[in-house]
């Protein structure tokens, strides 16, 4: 991948728990004028708008210089400030980075990681931080965290679903060190003591079942997946496989070239994979840029946790005709992020653009119904620990494939 200073990442409303978590940059006014870009330029913000915003600064900074009884700190002011600015937007997706996390930052995009091992989300209905899924043989696994567990406080701190972010750099720390949580599970408060480990986020995992199906899984889109994924396939390939299973539950998503890549293995080259309409309607076409590898029947897994990225190749795939997908409705994380860094070294992940599939079918908010919708049994505890005999979702794509 070309490691440039902006990325385009598809994440879901997941964070990945194991290294700090967003902060972003600070100046004298709270406010940066400029924002360095993937081409090296820099983009400068309007200076009547930065004026603005010190001047109303100033009147409260006069009040607290006047009355506040404790130590003042300047760059911890020049911090809140910028947070405040950038959660006024109300966007989930939209966060800082500081300059001391960015790097953290970018690793935990690329999919490297010492913690735990776990995604979460923000549950609205309980404003609770939620697992969506800890990392298959992470220390949060072991562990025995389940999905669907509220997080409510890390080694002694409560935390609401609002403050995910501090939650996040709580939680983070060396390896080696374990870190307490307190989980709320069916009505039942638990504590759960986790070892910070270094992680691998996502294998690209594959097998053969009955009737010469191959089955490929993966639980997000890191910087090596589409390589892995071509790698398991002809693997399979070479034990003689006549159909495919792609299995994308759980999966949240992550960076967009992967998707794209895995796409251009089935769609012929030049393929239109997913349009990105930014807020003046400009559109880029992202297209695949190889001959296909994969000619057989495909049939993806979906479910309720496939999110953005994951979106975007079901999405392309079923459009195209060359899969069908089983399970129930995605996520529907239809938005697109991109890294910017900012000429101190911190940076802003920012809500940029939206994508539609290549049919003009929008995802945000709306999710891709399957085309066979298939609910798992009722007394399934864990999503992510299915016997094959149970998994009703699998067991209909196996025989869709006979």
């Known amino acids: 991948m070309n490691k440039k200073s902006a990325y385009k990442v ?37 200076t009547a708008e930065t004026q603005d915003i010190e001047t109303e600064l100033s009147k409260y900074r006069s009040i607290i210089d006047k009355y506040y009884l404790g130590e003042v700190k300047e760059e911890d002011l020049q911090e809140g400030a910028i947070k405040g600015y950038i959660e006024g937007l109300g966007d989930p997706y939209t966060e800082y980075i500081s ?20 995604y979460m989300i923000k549950d609205e209905k309980t404003n609770r931080v939620k697992v969506l899924s800890p990392i298959k043989n992470s220390p949060a696994e072991t562990a025995g965290l389940q999905p669907g567990d509220l997080i409510i406080a890390v080694n002694g701190k409560e935390y609401t679903g609002d403050e995910m972010t501090q939650m996040s750099n709580d939680i983070k720390g060396e390896e080696g060190t374990e870190v307490t949580l ?79 890549d895995i796409a251009g293995y089935v769609l012929d080259k030049d393929s239109v994979v997913l349009y990105e309409v930014d807020k003046n309607k400009n559109e880029i076409e992202e297209k695949t840029t190889t001959d296909p590898i994969i000619n057989m029947p495909i049939i993806i897994l979906t479910n309720e946790n496939t999110a953005s990225a994951s979106e975007i190749l079901a999405g392309a795939l079923k459009d195209y005709g060359k899969a069908k997908t089983v399970g129930i409705k995605t996520y529907g994380k239809g938005v697109i992020q991109e890294i910017l860094s900012v000429k101190d070294g911190s940076g802003i992940k920012i809500t940029t653009s939206e994508y539609q599939t290549p049919n003009r079918n929008k995802i945000n908010k709306i999710g891709i119904e399957p085309n066979e919708k298939v609910e798992l049994p009722n007394d399934i505890t864990s999503i992510l620990n299915v016997s094959e005999d149970k998994d009703t979702q699998l067991q209909k794509a196996i025989e869709m494939l006979k």
């Open 10 to 46: 598809y994440r879901t409303v997941m964070i990945i728990i194991i290294t700090a978590f967003i902060t972003f940059l600070a100046t004298s006014a709270g406010i940066y004028a400029y924002i360095q870009k993937g081409d090296g330029k820099i983009l400068l913000l309007n």
């Open 182 to 260: 307190t989980i709320l599970r069916n009505n039942e408060n638990i504590e759960i003591k986790v070892k910070r480990e270094k992680i691998k986020v996502n294998p690209v995992e594959s097998k053969v079942l009955e009737n010469n199906i191959g089955y490929i899984a993966f639980t997000s889109f890191d910087e090596t997946t589409a390589e892995d994924f071509k790698s398991k396939f002809e693997e399979l390939q070479k034990q003689n496989i006549q159909s495919l299973i792609i299995d994308l539950r759980n999966n949240g998503g992550g960076l967009v070239d992967q998707a794209v």
């Open 99 to 118: 300059k001391e996390e960015m790097q953290e930052y970018m690793e935990d995009t690329l999919g490297n990681y010492v913690g735990i091992g776990i």
